[in-house]
């Protein structure tokens, strides 16, 4: 079982900076890739950025390449997702999931946990 809690949301101008975290319970929080997703009030929840076991693999969505960074410590149990020159688009609760295995990063279904979410507000 692990457990994820999410911090660092927050309200920010448009073209701030944030960085989530996500703080991991469990022993063998090394042995799961991680994912970063989040939902925007009235759509459903999408893809943000994950990142293998390793740190070796890293994908991300279109829409936030080249302004979001993902990257892990396993020592901390911790994955963070480094969010520069942000948009009011990029509002929503951001979810942080764990999975064990598969090879889909970008499909919330292969994601076995998730926590509870932080709330990103990017004012213009």
């Known amino acids: 079982q692990v457990q994820l809690v999410e911090s660092g949301g927050g309200l920010v101008q448009a073209g701030g900076s944030l960085r989530l975290s996500c703080a991991a319970s469990?022993?063998?929080?090394?042995?799961?890739?991680m994912g970063w997703f989040r939902q925007a009030p009235g759509k459903e929840r999408e893809f943000v950025a994950a990142i293998s076991w390793s740190g070796g693999s890293i994908y991300y969505a279109d829409s936030v390449k080249g302004r979001f960074t993902i990257s892990r410590d396993n020592a901390k149990n911790t994955v963070y997702l480094q969010m520069n020159s942000l948009k009011p688009e990029d509002t929503a609760v951001y979810y942080c999931?764990?999975?064990?295995?598969?090879?889909?990063?970008?499909?919330?279904?292969?994601?076995?946990?998730w926590g509870q979410g932080t709330q990103v507000t990017v004012s213009s």
């Open positions: 999931a764990a999975k064990r295995s598969g090879s889909s990063y970008v499909s919330q279904g292969a994601y076995d946990y």
């Open positions: 469990g022993r063998t929080f090394s042995s799961y890739a």
